[in-house]
Structures are given as C-alpha cells and as structure tokens.
C-alpha cells in the first residue's frame, strides 16, 4: 500500500475591506442596498485571488520542458490557427496524455474566454448535421462560481470551465505558445488547464487554517463604518 504526506505552508493572510461614511449613510437614498453588497463583493474579489493563486502554479513547472509520463506530453502548444489557439485536437491530445497516465475518467478542462469563442465557432461543434457524435453538448453555460467561472460544454469526456484568471506566460516559456487571443490574433499567452479531478489525483489541494470570518467596527474618529473580511 503506498502511502505519502502533504506539506502545507500555510503562511498567508488574505482580506478584503471597506468602509462607509456617516455622510454617505445620510445622503444615499441606497445606502442601505449599497452596505448590503459589500460582503458578496469582498468574497468575490478574495476569491478570485485564491483562483489565480492557483492557477500561477502552473508558472513552477521547468519552462520548455514536455512534462512526459508515459511517452506522452502533458504539456504543448495549441494546435489551431498557427499555434495560437486551441483546436479539437488538443481535447484529444490531453485525454492521450491523461489516458497513459492512468488518470481518472473525472476529467475538466479549464480554458480562456477567447478559446470558448474559437470552440463555439468550429463547424463541427457548432453545426451537429456535420458531426453527430456532438449533439446536446453546445449549451447556454451557468454561473458556477462567484468570480465567474462557468460551464461551458463537454468535449471528448472534458467538461469545459471558462476562467478569465489562467495564468499568464513570458516568451521564455516557449512550450506555452500562445494561446489566449482575440478574434484575428493572439494578445498574450496564457495556459489552458487539462486536469483529472476523480479522488486522490485533484490536483489542487490547500487548506485554510482559518475560514473567511467577517468583521465590523465603529470608528468614531473618521465617522464610518468599516467592514473587513480576512482568512488565513
């Protein structure tokens, strides 16, 4: 039986705070609405930090290397439009590379709003009379999370998130290519995220010694009121 232990540094504190005046209190008709907002954005703008904490990891890895297990890479440049966008053939070279790697069948695909784009405009995938095998799986997307990541479609066992915070790359991590873009060309590199997430192989693991834990006070001294959220 293997067996194995995860280290954890836990040694960073995150917050998010506002405040509102006296004055502003007495002046807004919408003060009320407006101090009603400050938690949901405060967890918003903490976790989108956690979520391109994350995805910055990907920045550890050694630059220009294939990461191979197996015989297969498991990491390349994008296949589409002269290397700056990603293709159908990416889905089935990530699912290559996690199939040879025994990875589980629980499998998501973490891309660029401008790779959603590119996807949503492919014939096959758009127009199912092309491609049956893709009936039913181009839908409207929901909301999954409050910094906006969504579901988008399922695409060779891959269920498809949309992420506006993958990590972005300098040239010198030339495996990467580009492939964040816009309609015509690409702006900046950015690397779009093939992962199994069944059981003990979710790539991601942290811990939080201290849940999110919201705060007020009085200050008297500056006539508002401040709010705070802080986790560890």
Request: proline share 2%.
């Amino acid at each position: 039986m293997d067996t194995g232990n995860f280290t954890f540094t836990i040694d960073r504190y995150v917050e998010a705070a506002t405040y509102i005046t006296d004055k502003a209190k007495q002046d807004s008709y919408y003060a009320d609405q407006l101090v009603a907002s400050f938690l949901p954005k405060m967890r918003r703008a903490i976790e989108e930090n956690l979520e391109t904490s994350i995805f910055a990891l990907a920045s550890s890895q050694t630059a220009a290397n294939a990461n191979s297990i197996n015989g297969a890479s498991h990491r390349f440049v994008a296949s589409g439009n002269t290397n700056t966008t990603l293709a159908l053939e990416d889905f089935a070279k990530a699912k290559y590379a996690l199939d040879k790697a025994n990875a589980s069948q629980r499998r998501v695909a973490i891309i660029d709003p401008s790779q959603e784009y590119v996807l949503n405009t492919l014939t096959n995938l758009v127009n199912v009379s092309n491609n049956a095998m893709f009936q039913g799986i181009v839908t409207e997307g929901f909301v999954n999370s409050s910094t906006g990541l969504r579901f988008s479609k399922n695409i060779y066992g891959f269920d498809v998130y949309i992420s506006n915070y993958l990590k972005t790359i300098s040239g010198t991590e030339a495996i990467n290519a580009d492939s964040r873009g816009s309609v015509t060309s690409p702006s900046a590199a950015v690397q779009n995220v093939f992962m199994s997430v069944g059981g003990d192989e979710t790539p991601f693991k942290g811990a939080w010694r201290q849940m999110l834990n919201v705060e007020h006070e009085r200050n008297k001294d500056l006539r508002r009121d401040e709010y705070v959220m802080n986790g560890r």
